[in-house]
């Protein structure tokens, strides 16, 4: 997947490839689904980067950084913020909470209560939270990285639909090679690499760079060829939950980022987008979203089983 991308997010890329090392697929997938202005489910084994991928992209960007550590008796107002009465002026004030920032990571997404996860569902799709009857806009840009380990189940509560489906992507960044993890050893030896990376981009190149991705040019035969794969995998019957229109709309977007990112232009430097942006991104960005059923979890069907059935099915558009 990996290729040749602009300056600015070659820029990007490198500065996280000097922390996160070996990964740049995964860290081009993060990078596209900020271009995009969407959020990232990071799923993996602890130990693997998560939430040091997700500090090093504040600080490539300059932005501001929070950290929401979940945990079962986290509440939503500790998540969004609160009023405050102040006795001396008689007036309540109110606090903003950790989810007021650019890079917000919510650590071990999973640990939380449903009760305090759907105070994300409003801040992930519009960007802004609703406290006592007012609607409070986020800093810009906002992106929320989430992580969650796929394999401890004691003590969480899966992800419900409509969260998996506000992520624009599902990431792994997986172990590193044995080449890769020697030199993040020596990396270590004094410090960490994360304190020796500055800012290569601030936030108003990525507010620039998010409204290029949206000037991207997706013919009428990709967006077809997109919405036909939408399609083949909806009456998949092997499925109890397919994908909704937000699936569509996120992978348009996600594609008209890979096309900006790849700096695929025609003659008269529009940016146009192309069937295989569609196939290079559609296992990352629909399989998180699919439910299957229980004879289809039953019988070894996976969710990236049922996309790739649906990619080999749907002809390509020249």
Request: with cysteine.
């Amino acid at each position: 997947m990996t290729a040749t991308a602009t300056a600015p997010i070659a820029r990007l890329e490198s500065n996280l490839s000097k922390v996160i090392r070996g990964k740049e697929d995964s860290i081009r997938l993060v990078v596209l689904s900020l271009l995009a202005g969407g959020h990232v489910l990071l799923e993996d084994m602890p130990g693997t980067g998560k939430t040091t991928l997700a500090k090093s992209i504040a600080r490539s960007i300059a932005g501001e950084f929070r950290r929401i550590q979940f945990t079962p008796d986290l509440l939503p107002a500790d998540i969004t913020g609160s009023s405050f009465y102040r006795p001396t002026e008689g007036v309540f004030e109110f606090r903003e909470g950790p989810i007021f920032g650019n890079v917000v990571l919510a650590d071990e997404i999973n640990r939380t209560s449903p009760r305090t996860q759907s105070a994300l569902l409003e801040v992930m799709s519009e960007a802004q939270v609703t406290v006592e009857g007012h609607r409070r806009e986020l800093p810009k840009p906002f992106f929320v990285i989430a992580t969650q380990n796929p394999s401890e189940y004691h003590g969480t509560y899966p992800l419900p639909e409509a969260q998996l489906d506000r992520f624009a992507c599902r990431v792994q960044l997986g172990y590193p090679s044995h080449e890769d993890e020697r030199e993040m050893l020596y990396d270590q030896n004094f410090t960490h690499p994360l304190d020796r990376i500055d800012s290569v981009l601030d936030t108003n190149d990525i507010l620039a760079m998010q409204a290029k991705v949206r000037e991207v040019k997706v013919d009428t035969a990709v967006a077809e060829y997109l919405l036909r794969l939408i399609d083949a995998i909806r009456v998949d019957p092997r499925l109890r939950l397919s994908l909704s229109p937000r699936a569509s709309l996120t992978l348009y977007r996600m594609t008209q980022a890979r096309a900006f990112a790849l700096q695929r232009t025609d003659g008269s430097g529009t940016g146009y987008a192309l069937p295989e942006d569609v196939r290079a991104l559609a296992q990352y960005v629909l399989c998180h979203r699919l439910q299957l059923d229980t004879k289809a979890k039953y019988a070894g069907v996976t969710n990236a089983d049922v996309v790739e059935d649906a990619l080999d099915a749907v002809p390509v558009p020249r």
